[in-house]
């Protein structure tokens, strides 16, 4: 079913999550909203709003599980970095001609304003867990909703094996950086169902904080103290309401694709996107950096499931599993089963 917050902009309350209203806006504010500066519009208190809404009782079962984890995680991210951050403090101090890499690790370590070493890795290392944990949270979260989709839609099996099968044939069997980006059915199936599977679902992952009065283009002002969120969910290339946006087409974006008269046009309908059209990777200067690895990452798996293996639903069953849901957020049910078999090949 289409939901009326998709085509209005509305102010929502949501009780059980934040405190403050949460104005719904449609895609085509985003620009306009990214052109806001962070002291008036936040990413970071997000967070805080949505946690407080949580029963005291689940964040300190969250908190104590938390705390148990964390000191052996953090012991091993700490001995992991702290060689290589000393390598490349002793490079820029010993050697002129030394140019900071651009990698994560050295920005991370470039913001850390502490002259004290063990504050800076200290820093460093929180940082480093944090954005481990959203990674792999996320890639494996994407994955696992593929593969719970695929045995639910086989009409696309044999189509993403073909192309699999021949675009490997085409670049000797490897798996290459190449080889992937021409796997452009595969990268639309895996849009179409981050798009209606989110991690954040429905209301987005563009979300802000509003920390100064704010007036919108269509005159609807905005006070402080709230926040703004673009839905997700239901938000593709063409978009008009007369279109089918929430029935499943697992090479929606592959059409777009084809059909795309430039290369920019192109661009836009691949797995890696982030616009106004496509906003799994977020949008703007917060969407994620580690995107075009993580979609290597997400391929490689499906490319050897899709390829070897048959993979069906239990019993029967044609519907794909209903998403397990908790405030804004929802994710594939993994207490269900799937079936699975080698392919037999002659």
């Known amino acids: 079913m289409v939901h009326e917050y998709q085509f209005k902009n509305t102010v929502y309350r949501i009780a059980s999550l934040y405190e403050n209203d949460v104005v719904v806006l449609q895609a085509s504010f985003l620009p306009e909203l990214r052109k806001l500066g962070q002291d008036v519009l936040s990413p970071y208190k997000m967070t805080e709003q949505v ?133 452009v059915k595969l990268d639309s199936f895996s849009i179409c169902i981050t798009r209606l599977n989110l991690l954040i679902c429905v209301l987005g992952v563009f979300a802000r904080s509003v920390l100064k009065p704010i007036i919108l283009s269509n005159s609807q002002k905005k006070p402080s103290g709230g926040s703004v969120k673009v839905p997700s969910f239901q938000v593709f290339p063409g978009w008009d309401l007369n279109t089918n946006a929430d029935e499943f087409n697992g090479f929606r974006y592959y059409k777009q694709w084809i059909n795309a008269s430039r290369p920019a046009e192109q661009a836009r309908a691949r797995f890696v996107s982030s616009h106004e059209d496509s906003l799994a990777w977020g949008y703007g200067k917060h969407a994620c950096p580690g995107r075009f690895f993580a979609a290597s990452e997400i391929k490689m798996p499906l490319i050897k499931f899709i390829t070897d293996y048959d993979i069906n639903m239990p019993d029967g069953r044609k519907e794909i599993y209903a998403q397990v849901g908790i405030g804004n957020l929802c994710a594939p049910d993994t207490t269900k089963e799937l079936v699975s078999g080698r392919v037999v090949r002659p």
Not at 78 to 104: F, L, N, T
């Open 51 to 183: 946690s407080s809404g949580y029963p005291d009782t689940t964040k300190a079962i969250a908190k104590s599980n938390q705390a148990r984890m964390n000191d052996e995680v953090y012991r091993k991210m700490k001995d992991c970095v702290e060689p290589i951050i000393r390598q490349k403090q002793e490079a820029e101090q010993s050697d002129s001609a030394w140019q900071k890499p651009d990698d994560m690790l050295q920005w991370i370590l470039t913001r850390s304003i502490s002259s004290n070493a063990m504050e800076t890795l200290h820093y460093v290392t929180k940082q480093q867990l944090l954005l481990t944990f959203a990674a792999i949270h996320t890639i494996t979260m994407v994955t696992t909703n593929i593969l719970y989709t695929l045995p639910a839609a086989p009409e696309y099996m044999l189509a993403l094996r073909e192309e699999i099968s021949n675009v490997l044939a085409e670049n000797g069997g490897v798996p290459t950086p190449k080889a992937l980006q021409q796997m």
